[in-house]
């Protein structure tokens, strides 16, 4: 039974058959380098909490979900900010942020 | 928010060194605590340390003795968890330690995330606690709930499914920081209201107002005077709405379904409802 956990970083892409959810990933960096602590949230279309992972010590993170319109929050200490974005199935979607404090 | 049940971080501060509070963190990275984690915490990991290794299943009570008493832990010891994403595992611990009759357990308010974002100190250095002969209390079922119950409840009780929207229509099978492919069918089970657990949090990840959370469950038409079993899709998510309901808002005969959905969405001929309304028993 695998968990409902969140894995920092997000969960690999390997051994998983991408051909039928769709990916969102990427960076969220701070003051120009990549945010080594903080949270990547993703909302649905409706502003709705989803999901959220602890970014990576490189300021990574994944999901994966359906086709449609999703929001990202990037949460680093003091400074939050949203990216709207729109996913494919099948597609690997690739959304880099910079929070500005 | 004044409650038993929960510290803040000026309480958690003030007992750091207090031999008879014990932090425990337990996350859904099981390896966020080797990197850093409160001073003086100890850890359980909710996979390895909560769950039988073959069954589907908790340890058991012999079990949980045998880990509490390794881990340092003593009965009459105050027991504060905290973990990451809104205290879901440390809830999810939480209800475990009621389920087996522990005397003093709370939790952190924000958890992991709201310390790490309040820039509070994380430290390496792991304690050193003396074992202990810890003795556990039989499961208190009053706050378990087994399928059974979940079957009877269709159409007489509340049954509040904690997913998220998409997943309570059965657009997603899993939280969408997992691999969507789960062999299972999506949906919910008949007449469960959807309160995602999620907004009983605000974003640091501490909970809301005692009034927004009673605000959150009636809105939603929940009659809190009416036994109350919650679900998500292993247990987890709704041990953190139990956390809200039993312990914040004082409901009395709220219990957790640990099967949920992956148990019932596999389980042959029982009923089903899919998309955004709750559907009829």
């Known amino acids: ?101 | 928010m004044s409650n038993q049940a929960l510290v803040d971080a000026e309480w958690a501060l003030a007992h750091l060194d207090d031999a008879k509070v014990v932090f425990i963190e337990v996350d859904e990275d099981t390896e966020a605590y080797a990197g850093n984690h409160i001073k003086n915490a100890i850890a359980l990991n909710w996979k390895t340390d909560l769950q039988d290794p073959v069954r589907r299943d908790f340890v058991n009570k012999e079990q949980f003795e045998a880990l509490l008493s390794a881990k340092g832990v003593s009965n009459d010891d105050t027991v504060v968890l905290y973990g990451g994403n809104n205290n879901w595992f440390a809830a999810y611990a939480y209800w475990y330690f009621k389920l087996y009759g522990h005397g003093d357990v709370r939790l952190l308010d924000g958890g992991r995330k709201k310390w790490e974002l309040d820039g509070l100190e994380l430290v390496s250095e792991v304690p050193n606690r003396a074992a202990t002969k810890y003795v556990a209390k039989d499961q208190d079922r009053s706050i378990r709930a087994f399928r059974d119950d979940v079957l009877k409840a269709i159409g007489t009780q509340n049954l509040v499914d904690v997913r998220s929207p998409d997943e309570y229509a059965g657009r997603l099978l899993a939280p969408a920081h997992l691999p969507q492919e789960a062999a299972r069918i999506g949906g919910h089970i008949p007449t469960a209201a959807n309160i995602p657990w999620s907004k009983a949090a605000n974003d640091d990840g501490s909970f809301k107002s005692i009034d927004e959370l009673k605000a959150l469950y009636e809105g939603a038409g929940v009659d809190l005077n009416k036994d109350t079993i919650a679900y998500c899709r292993i247990g987890e998510r709704s041990a953190h709405s139990w956390f809200v309901l039993h312990e914040l808002l004082g409901v009395k005969n709220v219990s957790n379904y640990d099967g949920s959905w992956t148990e019932y969405g596999s389980l042959v001929g029982v009923p089903v409802a899919v998309g955004d309304e709750p559907g009829t028993a």
């Open chain 1, 1 to 101: 039974m695998s968990g409902c956990g969140a894995v920092v970083g997000g969960v690999s892409l390997d051994n998983v058959d991408i051909t039928n959810q769709a990916v969102i990933q990427g960076v969220i960096s701070s003051g120009n380098a990549p945010a080594s602590v903080g949270y990547a949230r993703l909302l649905d279309r409706n502003d709705e909490f989803v999901a959220e992972v602890p970014i990576s010590k490189q300021g990574e993170f994944r999901f994966f979900t359906v086709a449609g319109d999703w929001t990202v929050v990037a949460l680093v200490p003091g400074a939050n900010s949203r990216t709207q974005v729109q996913a494919t199935i099948g597609k690997i979607l690739d959304v880099d942020i910079a929070v500005i404090k």
